[in-house]
C-alpha cells in the first residue's frame, strides 16, 4: 500500500501544473462550477422538451440529476473526507512544497476522494444512460474527465482520488438510473435536441480559452 501511495504522489507531480499562465487561467475556468451553469441548464432544456407538458416526469428526472449530486458529492465531502482525512497534495507536508499551485488556489485539507470527478461523472453516467446518444455520450464523458484533469493540473486531488471518484460515480450514476428505470419508463431523446448541450459543452470550452487569453494580457 505504501509503494501504491508513494507511486501516486510521484504521478501527481508529473502531470501537475505547466510554466503557462494562459493554461493556468484556462484550468481555474474549466474548474468553476459556474462555468457549467450554461451545460446544466441546456440538459434541463432537453428533458423539457422531451417530455413536455408531463410536469412529473421532468421532476423525476431533476430528482434522479439532484440524488446523483447527493450520492456523489455529499457522501464524499461530509462523510468520506472527514473520515480517510487524507491530505490534499497541496496540503500534504511531504510533498506540499513541491506542487505547483496556482492563484495560491489550494482546496480544503483532505482530498479523498474527489467530489468534482464523482459528481460529474454520476451526471454524465445518468444522463448517457438516459438519452442513448453515442456521441452525445463522447461529449458528456469527456467533459467529466476534463474537470478530472483541472483538479490534477492544480494540484488539489491525486490520481488515486480522481480514481476512485470515477468509480464511485459510475456507481452512483447507474445506480440511480437503474431506479428511474423502475420507477417509470425512459422516453426516446429526439437527436436534434442533443445537439444543443454538445454545442453548449464546446462553447464553454471557447469561453475558457478566451477568457484566459484576456487575463493573460491584463
Not at 130 to 159: D, E
Amino acid at each position: 500500500m505504501e509503494e501504491i501511495i508513494q507511486f501516486d504522489k510521484q504521478l501527481l507531480l508529473m502531470v501537475n501544473g505547466s510554466d503557462s499562465v494562459f493554461l493556468d487561467y484556462v484550468v481555474l475556468t474549466l474548474t468553476n462550477a459556474k462555468t457549467w451553469i450554461p451545460l446544466y441548464l441546456s440538459l434541463f432544456y432537453v428533458v423539457v422538451m422531451t417530455h413536455k407538458p408531463n410536469w412529473r416526469d421532468i421532476l423525476l428526472i431533476l430528482g434522479a440529476a439532484g440524488l446523483c449530486v447527493l450520492l456523489a458529492g455529499t457522501v464524499d465531502d461530509s462523510i468520506v473526507k472527514p473520515l480517510v482525512a487524507r491530505w490534499r497534495p497541496t496540503h500534504d507536508p511531504e510533498i506540499g512544497m513541491l506542487v505547483d499551485v496556482v492563484n495560491d488556489y489550494r482546496g480544503g485539507n483532505y482530498g479523498f476522494f474527489s467530489a468534482h470527478a464523482s459528481n460529474t461523472f454520476s451526471i454524465a453516467l445518468f444522463f448517457s444512460l438516459l438519452m442513448r446518444h453515442r456521441l452525445f455520450v463522447i461529449f458528456m464523458v469527456c467533459w467529466s474527465l476534463i474537470n478530472c484533469w483541472t483538479r490534477l493540473y492544480l494540484g488539489v486531488h491525486y490520481p488515486g482520488d480522481i480514481t476512485v471518484g470515477l468509480i464511485w460515480g459510475a456507481i452512483v450514476g447507474y445506480s440511480v438510473y437503474r431506479l428511474y428505470c423502475r420507477i417509470t419508463i425512459p422516453a426516446r431523446y429526439d437527436r436534434k435536441h442533443l445537439y444543443v448541450p454538445m454545442a453548449v459543452l464546446g462553447l464553454s470550452i471557447v469561453y475558457a480559452l478566451i477568457r484566459a487569453s484576456i487575463m493573460t494580457m491584463a
